[in-house]
């Protein structure tokens, strides 16, 4: 059963359940039926994973605000923004039309952590004022909102300017982008709305000056955060007095995440563990169906001993991977146990595979190979990569079988590819029969009714219907079993000429064996092969096309073309919008802030923290082990937007000091010393609260993993070492700002 486009999957799956729980009672005595196989399984336990991440994310969120600011008074304010911006979310979720999925999820376990950065600030801000002691509640509110009003703002317009321009991208990766972005940029919006008018409300009626922690952890913490803020203030110090060094350090820094961003290994989507996975078998040319059952029945053998295995489906005498009827082709679904009973690693689906593959190795009669399904269900038949190997320029199916053969032989000198498997068959026996058509009308034949006959013997004709007993049976003309196991009985069919005599098929026929593919297989008009790689261990399906591109062109010149199909096809494509997407992002971000500032300078020191935060995102990727994929893309944009955010928490104070009439290096100084407490404070919020997806395991383990080594690597990297240098960076534009453009103008 496949659903329609535009259908939900997990309605579908209900839906067909209970229709066939209604039908049951319909079926013969005796006979019962079994959902085998439902892939809509890895759906709803993925999005059960996530909404646990959602709720330890709101926990570590809560638990973060309450050690900075030591008050449940305090935590009440910010978590508050949590509800009302994800319930507005949802609103605007159901006007676009988006369901409640991975992507939608994962966008919202981020807003979690998003949301309440804007409320964290005026919290903060609030709070530091209040302590002073030269202000009332309302007062206190009314200067710190006079003092952020501009970082809130600056803040939610370059979350928004980063993510809306995605959603407007084409093809399957715009799709993926499209839901998540606009969730996120929802959140955002409404969490700003909530910060310049619920937040400061709340706060006026709630926030009392903070007292001396008498608990020994908000202590503890107390001291730790003394020390941090006088280890940053000594660095801040020490770089402003060394522009060069730390110029060159920041240069460094830049130039070796570029390189690693540009070099490291990359992925379309990471593979995920969907709870079964499919076995192709291929005997060789035109074998018979009981010997392809003879293999089958050691490949179910092998199967009931793993332990992992729940249950497996065999069909023989088809072949999924060429999608047809085949005698010499069979093909297993194999569905493992729940992932709440598979939590080792070597009793992944991986693992499985991996150890299905070797163990039936020693099976010679036939070609075996288990692939694990597409991430993305739909596109292609299974996981890995797959290609088209085309031949443009008609040299025949034993020439394009050989070059096959050649590729798989000479797989192994790639380090990138584990296996290489088709399953094209160009050297099929087959019997053609050379059918004279000037003799058929010399002798008064119909061409039409010659191959009518033969199909009628080859297959079956509908004739017409009788009534007997009270039922319509139908008429059916075909030869019968052993009529047909003789190709020489062909020539014994005769025709009906227009003379009513009787004209046999071996006054005009002739039998040729040929060698020929066993069903025709076309791809952009060519006769063509489809193969499957699967990339070695610690190598990127990036690495592997680079590979299978080397290896036909040292094997096949230039005599054959080949095309990438399904997932392969949509990472070949992705490649040149990953670039148009960060630089888009990046672009509109520094528009957004130079419109706000009213300034070209001071936005350019507000984004500068992003080099250091793609420079964690890849440390992410080396820690975790996992290549640059789509969602390690969106991390990345995200990215941009958060470490913006600290450096226009910086930027935004340090302009106010100096328009106060402070010099600029001072006035550096002071917006980096002063905003580190919420500068710390939102990103530990932000990376305590995307934690769990680091830590992700079972379904969807993959996705949420890829985008975990980004953002938590990425935001903590960012705030540990881009805080540094963003003073830095004010001060250099500032003295551009004022010694070279201002003067000119």
């Given at each position: 059963i496949y659903q329609l486009p535009g259908s939900n999957s997990l309605n579908v799956a209900k839906n067909v359940k209970a229709k066939m729980q209604d039908l049951e009672k319909y079926l013969p005595e005796g006979v019962h039926y079994e959902v085998v196989l439902d892939t809509t399984e890895f759906v709803t336990a993925s999005i059960d994973e996530v909404l646990v991440t959602f709720v330890e994310t709101t926990l570590l969120v809560m638990l973060v605000i309450l050690l900075f600011l030591?008050?449940?008074?305090?935590?009440?304010?910010p978590s508050l923004t949590i509800p009302v911006s994800l319930i507005c979310t949802f609103a605007v979720m159901h006007l676009f039309g988006f369901s409640i999925n991975t992507l939608t999820l994962f966008?919202?376990?981020l807003a979690i952590a998003i949301v309440v950065d804007d409320a964290i600030v005026v919290v903060e801000n609030s709070s530091r004022l209040l302590d002073t002691g030269k202000y009332t509640n309302k007062e206190a509110v009314i200067q710190a909102m006079e003092e952020i009003t501009g970082p809130v703002i600056g803040v939610v317009l370059v979350l928004l300017a980063v993510f809306i321009p995605t959603a407007f991208i084409g093809g399957i990766t715009g799709q993926l982008y499209k839901q998540f972005a606009l969730t996120i940029a929802t959140a955002t919006f409404f969490s700003g709305i909530n910060s310049l008018s619920?937040?400061?409300?709340?706060?006026?009626?709630?926030?009392k000056p903070t007292k001396d922690p008498k608990f020994f952890l908000y202590k503890g913490f107390n001291k730790v955060y003394d020390k941090t803020l006088g280890a940053y203030v000594k660095a801040i110090t020490y770089f402003l007095r060394k522009p060069v060094i730390t110029m060159s350090l920041f240069l460094i820094l830049s130039v070796g995440a570029l390189w690693l961003f540009l070099r490291w290994p990359t992925s379309f989507i990471p593979q995920e563990d969907q709870g079964y996975f499919v076995v192709s078998v291929q005997l060789p040319n035109a074998a018979n169906l009981q010997r392809t059952e003879e293999v089958s029945r050691k490949i179910m053998k092998m199967l009931d001993s793993y332990p992992e295995v729940r249950t497996y489906l065999c069909i023989n005498g088809f072949s999924m991977m060429q999608g047809a009827n085949a005698s010499n082709g069979a093909t297993f679904f194999v569905m493992l146990k729940n992932w709440d009973e598979r939590k080792a690693k070597d009793e992944s689906v991986f693992s499985v595979v991996n150890r299905l593959n070797a163990q039936a190795?020693?099976?010679q009669e036939a070609v075996i190979f288990a692939v694990n399904p597409p991430a993305i269900s739909g596109m292609g038949v299974?996981?890995?990569?797959q290609f088209e190997l085309e031949d443009r320029n008609s040299l025949g199916t034993t020439a394009l079988q050989d070059a096959v053969s050649a590729l798989l032989e000479q797989a192994g000198t790639e380090p990138a590819i584990m296996t290489l498997n088709s399953m094209f068959q160009g050297n099929t026996p087959q019997y053609f029969l050379n059918i004279d058509r000037d003799k058929v009308q010399l002798m008064g034949l119909q061409l039409?009714?010659?191959f009518s006959t033969l199909g009628y013997y080859m297959g079956q004709a509908y004739v017409n219907d009788f009534v007997e007993f009270g039922r319509i049976y139908q008429v059916k003309l075909e030869a019968g079993e052993q009529a047909q196991k003789v190709i020489d009985d062909v020539l014994k069919l005769s025709v009906v000429n227009s003379k009513g005599e009787m004209v046999p098929f071996s006054s005009f026929t002739q039998i040729e064996q040929k060698l020929g593919m066993d069903q025709i297989n076309r791809y952009n008009m060519y006769s063509a092969a489809s193969i499957t790689i699967t990339p070695a261990a610690g190598s990127s399906s990036g690495q592997a096309i680079e590979a299978v591109g080397s290896l036909i062109k040292n094997q096949l010149g230039g005599e054959f073309g080949y095309e990438w199909t399904s997932v392969a096809y949509q990472e070949t494509q992705a490649g040149n919008t990953t670039t148009i997407i960060l630089i888009m992002a990046l672009l509109v971000a520094y528009l957004v802030l130079a419109a706000q500032y009213e300034s070209w300078t001071s936005p350019v020191a507000a984004v500068m923290g992003l080099p250091v935060a793609i420079l964690g995102a890849m440390l992410g990727c080396w820690v975790m082990g996992v290549p640059v994929s789509i969602y390690t893309q969106i991390g990345i944009i995200l990215l941009i937007a958060l470490s913006a955010k600290n450096g226009i928490l910086i930027v935004?104070?340090?302009?106010?000091y100096r328009k106060?009439?402070?010099?600029i290096r001072e006035a550096a100084y002071e917006a980096g010393h002063v905003r580190l407490r919420p500068i710390l404070m939102t990103s530990f919020t932000f990376v305590l609260g995307v934690m769990p997806l680091l830590f992700a395991t079972g379904a969807g383990a993959g996705s949420r993993v890829a985008l975990g080594a980004a953002v938590v690597f990425g935001m903590a990297v960012n705030t540990i070492f881009a805080t540094v240098y963003i003073p830095n960076w004010y001060e250099v534009m500032q003295n551009i700002q004022e010694k070279w453009l201002t003067k000119k103008q």
């Open positions: 030591q008050s449940f008074r305090a935590v009440i304010i966008g919202l376990v619920l937040t400061p409300a709340l706060c006026a009626l709630f926030l190795a020693s099976i299974s996981g890995g990569l039409n009714q010659v935004e104070f340090a302009r106010d106060a009439g402070n010099p």
